[in-house]
């Protein structure tokens, strides 16, 4: 039981959401995939290791400045029809260690046109230098910031029908 409880609390999981209104009734994550460089303001290059299919992993060049220069990412779960993306970071030389995070797309009518919904959640161990206030505020930001340029590049093409 003492294992289960440690295992527990290594964990931490905020929920983060987000209401751009895209153009499109249905989104496709699988085009999020294999194109973050467009709808990420801090990825700057992306190599992709075979298809966009469960399993398949990218890795991602970030812009300089920032904690990390690259990250090992694993498309963990694709699900075009009920508009599921999970991803997991399993290399690279930041600190985001056993991060995961799950994205989905709803159809749903804001301010009476039918738009989508993009809500994305992670779950991150906490290292032992950081405090969960300090990780939590920086992936939240990061995340706030690319919904939101999703939101308006989607129009273009990545909210689209698959
Ligand atoms: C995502 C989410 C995150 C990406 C972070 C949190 C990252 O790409 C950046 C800076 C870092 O220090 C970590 O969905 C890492 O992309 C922009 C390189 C992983």
Known sequence: ??????????????????TPSLPS?????????????????????????????????????????????????????????????????IGGDHMLKNYSSTLTMHSEVIDSQPGTVVIESFVVDIPEENTKEDICYFVENLLRCNLRTLADVSEESLASPC
């Open 25 to 89: 009734t249905s989104g496709c994550p699988s085009k999020l995939f294999d194109q973050p460089q467009i709808y990420k303001p801090f990825v700057r290059k992306c190599v992709m290791r075979g298809n966009v299919e469960t399993g398949s992993v990218r890795e991602i060049i970030v812009q300089s400045g920032l904690p990390a220069t690259r990250s090992i990412e694993r498309l963990e779960f694709l699900d075009d029809n009920e508009h599921i993306l999970h991803v997991k970071f």
């Open 1 to 18: 039981e003492m294992e289960y409880v440690r295992w527990f609390h290594r964990y931490e999981l905020v929920a983060t959401s987000a």
